[in-house]
T-cell receptor, first 112, second 114 residues
């Protein structure tokens, strides 16, 4: 059974800092790994999706990496801004089925 | 539509009542998912549809929960005899293709059972 864990649960950084959010999963037989952003009271916005055959994906100041052998993914945010404050969730979709399992998220606060 | 639409955005009901939550996916998306999210937690899988059929309903917590998608587009999540523990945000997501897997979420329906 796939389990997804995100560390830290919460993070507060000053504006401009580069930061890394961590995601680990127990079953390496994943089809893809997706990172989402969630603002308070809102739905989830897709940030990056990494297929199992890929090692990383980049979009603007965001870079996500995937290491299936170690069961880990990281989301790197460069030059953080107050507008980046939100909860970041990672989710793993397993092969052999299409059920996507989510971590509990990392709540990020970027101080101006 | 431009995005996944969910109605109602908020629903307050009394214990024991029946509720329906509606999801209108992105036009052309064949896969549709329902998730439930409690405060401070990640979304919990409930059910997904490919077309009209429920391809995996293993996440439905018990037989009070049921979902349909009769024409392969709009889906309705139905909850009978609601309990206080059913209070949560119910999220719907759609995907253009099961084989890419990228999920697009609606804003959710917040259910409060008094």
């Amino acid at each position: 059974k796939q389990e997804v864990t995100q560390i830290p649960a919460a993070l507060s950084v000053p504006e401009g800092e580069n930061l890394v959010l961590n995601c680990s999963f127990t079953d390496s037989a994943i089809y893809n790994l997706q990172w989402f952003r969630q603002d308070p009271g809102k739905g989830l916005t897709s940030l990056l999706l990494i297929q199992s055959s890929q090692r990383e994906q980049t979009s603007g100041r965001l870079n996500a990496s995937l290491d299936k052998s170690s069961g880990r993914s990281t989301l790197y945010i460069a030059a953080s801004q107050p507008g980046d404050s939100a909860t970041y969730l990672c989710a793993a979709e397993n092969t052999g089925g299409f059920k996507t399992i989510f971590g509990a998220g990392t709540r990020l606060f970027v101080k101006a | 539509g431009a995005g996944v639409s969910q109605t109602p955005s908020n629903k307050v009901t009394e214990k024991g009542k029946y509720v329906e939550l509606r999801c209108d996916p992105i036009s052309g998306h064949t896969a549709l998912y329902w998730y439930r999210q409690s405060l401070g937690q990640g979304p919990e899988f409930l059910i997904y549809f490919q077309g009209t059929g429920a391809a995996d309903d293993s996440g439905l917590p018990n037989d009070r929960f049921f979902a349909v998608r009769p024409e392969g587009s709009v889906s309705t999540l139905k909850i009978q005899r609601t309990e206080r523990g059913d209070s949560a945000v119910y999220l719907c997501a759609s995907s253009s293709d099961l084989y890419t897997g990228e999920l697009f979420f609606g804003e959710g329906s917040r259910l409060t059972v008094l």
